[in-house]
């Protein structure tokens, strides 16, 4: 008979603890924040921006596949650019066997190998001299 | 609004439907899930959690049982997810963190007038006889509801409790408590 007693204390007990009431400012928070998380999901623009590669394996071989191409992007220009500086450092630093190399075609600068301009003349003589210049070398 | 209304806005998408679906259920998935984790910090979140759970599955809802066994189901599982994942927790050594805030959570428990004795033997349950006993005791529910809530056979919802009421007498009389007094 105690026994009984004793168990119907403790279920009571439990059910008072069950309707203990709960500061109702939880529940505005906890809603608030519910309805502020549906609302981010439903923002497309935003949605779209932020891309997350972990969300599923294809995105991974994705997410990878850019890398790859990065990466050997990066890798073929800096071969390149070794390339062209080796061969121009060998071109300055060994002139002689350059021209030993030679096949034959010989670039003239456009200096020597074209015609003298017709203003030189011109620049050479003394008919249109300075007047002051001439009165110097009077002096 | 009713239950079903609620339900059939919910599937629409219409957040008006879960507000009152939120407004009908908040108490008992708070209550709940603060006694099966021990912190109200934590109950907070699982509300949180259970009602946007509520909102992405509800198509997957079907009626065959009430609202209320369904939305329990999915509180309990999250609530019994959480158990595990801080057990592994404490494995790996973090366990000292979620101490403090369960001595906080249990100064704001007596203020509520909640035993922090019968806080802390609840702890010490096993989850799943936690779930069936805190069910029968604290919602009221019956063996069948907590038994379809729980995807657990009858037998084993009552064995769960009495096992449960038993560790809670042993518990409570080692604490020196008579039942009166808690």
């Not at chain 2, 050594?93 to 249990?106: H, I, L, M, Q, Y």
């Amino acid at each position: 008979m105690d026994h009984k007693l004793k168990e119907i204390n403790l279920t009571e007990t439990f059910r008072k603890m069950g309707r203990i009431t709960v500061d109702p400012q939880v529940f505005n928070r906890a809603w608030f924040k519910v309805e502020e998380r549906i609302a981010a999901r439903q923002r497309p623009l935003l949605g779209h921006l932020v891309w997350k590669p972990w969300g599923h394996p294809i995105r991974w071989a994705a997410a990878a596949v850019l890398l790859f191409a990065a990466y050997s992007g990066v890798l073929y220009n800096n071969l390149q650019e070794q390339d062209n500086l080796g061969e121009y450092v060998e071109t300055i630093s060994n002139p002689i066997d350059n021209l030993a190399k030679d096949t034959g075609i010989v670039h003239l600068s456009p200096l020597i190998s074209e015609a003298p301009a017709p203003f030189r003349e011109l620049l050479l003589s003394d008919e249109n001299a300075d007047n002051l210049a001439n009165d110097d070398l009077s002096i | 609004m009713t239950e079903l209304e609620a339900i059939e806005r919910c599937r629409q998408g219409d957040i008006s439907g879960l507000h009152v679906l939120y407004d009908l259920h908040r108490t008992k998935v708070y209550h709940l899930s603060w006694r099966m984790l021990g912190s109200q910090h934590d109950a907070e979140d699982v509300l949180q959690e259970i009602f946007l759970k509520v909102f992405d599955r509800i198509k997957n809802y079907r009626g065959d049982s009430a609202f209320s066994t369904w939305l329990y189901r999915m509180t309990t599982n999250h609530c019994l997810d959480i158990l595990r994942r801080r057990k592994i927790v404490a494995f790996l050594g973090f366990e000292n963190a979620p101490e403090v805030e369960d001595k906080k959570d249990s100064a704001k428990a007596m203020d509520l007038g909640f035993s922090p004795v019968l806080a802390k033997a609840l702890e010490k349950i096993p989850e799943k006889q936690k779930a069936c006993f805190l069910l029968r005791e604290m919602e009221e529910m019956s063996y069948e509801d907590i038994a379809e809530s729980l995807q657990l056979s009858l037998g084993s919802v009552k064995s769960n409790i009495h096992r449960a009421k038993a560790y809670l007498k042993e518990y409570l009389e080692k604490e020196g408590l008579t039942l009166k007094d808690v």
